[in-house]
């Protein structure tokens, strides 16, 4: 129940296209839905987040699309540029608890 | 503003010894935590602290313990290093009295590795 599915592994998207990431959660009780990015060396930095009252946020040309009733939610990054070859992770937290997806290493194609 | 700092930066241990990661951060959060990153694993939870004095235990606290002597501060130790503990170890720090459902900022990372 403590999982939090994340897919692809890795994912290779041409500059300008939709990279679309994807996670699925067990647990009803979490609340807040974060993406965090990391690129190679750095610690993981807030990238958007979403919490269930909603069913979407767009913050410039990323969006966490959120699906309640399936317990998935997804990123989607628009007009990929290669400067979001990065390493995606998605978390669910709530009741105490934060767990991480396995994360999804992005690479756009210049 | 530092932001949330770690050191050392690397380190290499032998089965056995000891050491202390330390992680500073200077924005007054009241809420600390320490992950584990290994490769296609993501990062997991170690123990976390919600004020000073405090600490709690994540998602995997075997062989690890933390202390919180004061708020900028929190110290994690590895009383008897083992190979598994190699890992990438990452400290974070968050404000929200909510606890940690709030944006966690993240120290740059200390590689350990356990021969």
């Known amino acids: 129940q403590q999982q939090v599915k994340q897919s692809p592994q890795s994912l290779i998207v041409q500059k300008g296209g939709i990279s679309i990431i994807n996670c699925a959660y067990e647990?009803?009780?979490?609340?807040?839905f974060p993406w965090y990015q990391q690129f190679p060396g750095k610690g993981p930095a807030l990238l958007i987040a979403?919490?269930?009252?909603?069913s979407e946020k767009k913050e410039g040309r990323f969006t966490i699309s959120f699906n309640k009733s399936a317990k998935q939610f997804s990123l989607h990054i628009m007009d990929s540029q290669p400067g979001d070859s990065a390493t995606y992770f998605c978390?669910?937290?709530?009741?105490?608890?934060?767990?991480f997806g396995k994360g999804t290493r992005l690479h756009i194609l210049p | 503003n530092a932001g949330v700092t770690q050191t050392p930066k690397f380190r290499v241990l032998k089965t056995g010894q000891s050491m202390t990661l330390l992680c500073a951060q200077d924005?007054?959060?009241?809420?600390m935590y320490w992950y584990r990153q290994d490769p296609g694993m993501g990062l997991r939870l170690i123990h976390y602290?919600?004020?000073?004095?405090?600490?709690a235990k994540g998602e995997v606290p075997d062989g690890y313990n933390v202390s919180r002597l004061k708020k900028q501060n929190f110290l994690l130790g590895l009383e008897s290093a083992a190979p598994s503990q190699t890992s990438v170890y990452f400290c974070?720090?968050?404000?929200?009295?909510?606890?940690?459902?709030?944006?966690?900022?993240f120290g740059p990372g200390t590689r350990l590795t356990v021969l």
């Open positions: 979403i919490r269930p009252d909603v």
């Open positions: 602290s919600v004020g000073e004095g405090t600490t």
């Open positions: 974070a720090s968050s404000y929200d009295r909510r606890g940690i459902l709030d944006t966690q900022y």
């Open positions: 924005m007054n959060h009241e809420y």
């Open positions: 647990n009803t009780a979490f609340d807040y």
């Open positions: 978390a669910a937290s709530g009741d105490d608890k934060i767990i």
